[in-house]
């Protein structure tokens, strides 16, 4: 029997769930907020760009198809300008940014079942851009394949963390009723091949392009120059 998500979500979730949900996501906010100001590996163009690549980010994810129901989606690379940022920022920096781009998506199109699928759909599996962060040192690749590798390091992390909270939903009988509990694990692993490596193939497509072009390392380098104070400009001026 087909379930609506919806209805199952409104019957699963309690209030005490929702609540919890609500209290990370402030105090996640409340702590990347103060890791942004007050640390100092942290420069005026890293917290810019940040801000540039996640609105970018954000705004790709909704031009998006849904050849599955209750989540699953193939959006227009729109992971790409945050993993860009990951690799010209590093890991720990570009896990940050993948943290807050989960909770973007979380913000904007909610699906949880209990506080665990919450941290695995939003917290975990965005965090995973951070990986991207460690493409630059894939020895003497070139470029394209560094991006490459690196982009489906991701999509590996996020696929398996994305297949645990689906085996969660369908353990449960979250969409499909009197699922046996065995095959939760399969359907949850054909849910998420129906989609994420889609999505996947067309960010690695798009770095390849960006690296075969020259444009990604134009990206890199004015994401890398830092503007001159003006008092130092009106000095040289003088």
Not at 101 to 129: K, Q
């Amino acid at each position: 029997m087909l379930l609506s998500l919806s209805a199952v979500v409104s019957e699963k979730t309690t209030d005490i769930v929702t609540w919890i949900s609500i209290g990370v996501i402030a105090a996640l906010v409340v702590v990347l907020v103060l890791i942004s100001i007050f640390s100092k590996k942290y420069t005026s163009n890293d917290i810019a760009y940040a801000g540039v690549c996640l609105a970018a980010s954000f705004a790709l994810s909704f031009i998006k198809v849904s050849p599955v129901q209750y989540g699953g989606s193939i959006t227009l690379a729109s992971f790409v300008p945050v993993l860009i940022y990951s690799y010209k920022a590093g890991a720990v920096k570009g896990t940050v940014a993948g943290i807050i781009f989960g909770l973007f998506n979380f913000i904007s199109d909610p699906f949880i079942l209990t506080p665990l699928t919450f941290f695995l759909d939003y917290i975990l599996a965005f965090a995973s851009i951070g990986l991207m962060g460690f493409a630059s040192k894939f020895g003497r690749l070139p470029l394209a394949a560094k991006l490459s590798l690196g982009c489906v390091l991701v999509y590996a992390a996020r696929f398996i963390f994305h297949l645990l909270s689906g085996f969660i939903y369908f353990a449960e009988d979250s969409i499909w009723a009197n699922i046996p509990t065995p095959n939760a694990f399969v359907y949850s692993f054909i849910y998420q091949c129906v989609y994420l490596p889609a999505d996947c193939a067309i960010c690695v497509a798009l770095f390849v392009v960006l690296a075969k072009s020259g444009t990604f390392d134009k990206l890199i380098s004015m994401m890398n120059k830092k503007v001159a104070p003006a008092q130092n400009e009106q000095t040289t001026r003088q």
